[in-house]
């Protein structure tokens, strides 16, 4: 089968579930996946990639490692692309084996919990800001766009690769809490101020779907409800930032 | 002139700067700049809008406000909008009047200062979370996208509508200074770790280029260059991520 073919397949959800596969788009992104210990089944090549100096080592990079790769038009690229202008590079990588039993839970940690966060752009900035912050894990409860979306993969320039992200249930949130001691802290507009960091040694802290507030679920179990203060004239602040500033302040 | 060519027109920057005026896009931001006190001159429907019951609703909540609606296709309303699907509905707005003479910085005042940041979307988050977090004023430096394009203007989801953002220069970041004592900090990975809150009372937080790091510029005139401690496997920090962890800390 041509890589084209798999690549365009990628875009659905359940072909990437079923071949345990993503694709991961534009020069950043796929660098990062080249310096990831993650395996690159292959990749596709137009043009447009040799246009820039920085395009034209990927390129030859890939060949190095040799890693598959079809030579495909502009045209083709886009037809496989999430975005409009894939800067002329696509490759389709492994998804890592994460499950959280192999997660070790120790000392300090922070967990981050997407319940229900459904735009790719969100998810990826969250990924992104977890990474950064030294979180130990991030799990994406149901509801929760695919992590391994393509925009979503863009949006978190590469923190996939090295950051432990992995889809999840409440179940295995419920697993935390009884096995490993981790206390729940969800984020919400009607929870407590965040206030000086008096924050348990393990923590997971949950932050919801964008417009529709805090889920049956996430409530039921919280050890605190917590919020930060926002000017009344703005609904709210956008979940990644909100996430980012309080992992922020709660940080170990 | 239509208002569908007006719109149109205000794509280009220079047309929305000649003209004063910007195009919003989508039900969420028109039923802000609705609840704005700004100035609008005119909106386009599509058929799209009254598919809804809430974009139906804002239909005529546009009529009763005697604002001149001009019906078109949705086709016709996408070739004048920024997004793929504005949702039946765009309004031109006069852009509001603002001189950062008329800024009152007395007490305790936060500024964020734009210093050539280049995404929309990046922009329309750090309005959104300067607003959210009570901040007094955001001013664009050259290099940073027009705050009017309706990206920007989308992304913020209405909060220049009610938030003091104006386009600005380093002559006007020197007159704070030295007119209103205002401090000047400016993130960037070079910085020293920012720590416990001892920021002055009158303080603008410089934020930069995505990828270009600190200016020159914005170095010869930092009171003090501040960093977040950031994994060592990330790059950085999204520029709306770390300024709305910035600004939260060092929140009055």
Known sequence: ??????????QRRKS???NGLFVAEGVRTVEELLRSPLVIRGALVSPRLAEAERGRVLGLALRER??????????ELGSAADTESPQGVLAIGAVPDRTLSALEVRGNARILVLDAVQDPGNVGALIRTAAALGVTATLALPGTVDLWNAKVVRSAMGAHFHHFCL?????????????????LWVADVSGEPL?????????AVVV?????????????RADRVISLPVAPAVESLNVAIAAGIILYELRP
Do not use: C, F, M, Q
């Open 1 to 10: 089968v041509k890589l084209l073919t798999v690549a365009r397949d990628l």
């Open 16 to 18: 990437r579930e079923k």
């Open 66 to 75: 040799k890693i598959a790769v079809e030579d495909v038009s502009d045209d």
């Open 167 to 183: 889809p999840g249930s409440w179940e295995d949130v419920d697993r935390l809490r009884t096995d490993h001691g981790v206390a």
């Open 195 to 203: 206030g000086a960091s008096d924050a348990p040694a393990r923590l």
């Open 208 to 220: 919801g779907n964008e417009g529709g507030g805090l889920s049956a679920d996430a409530r039921r």
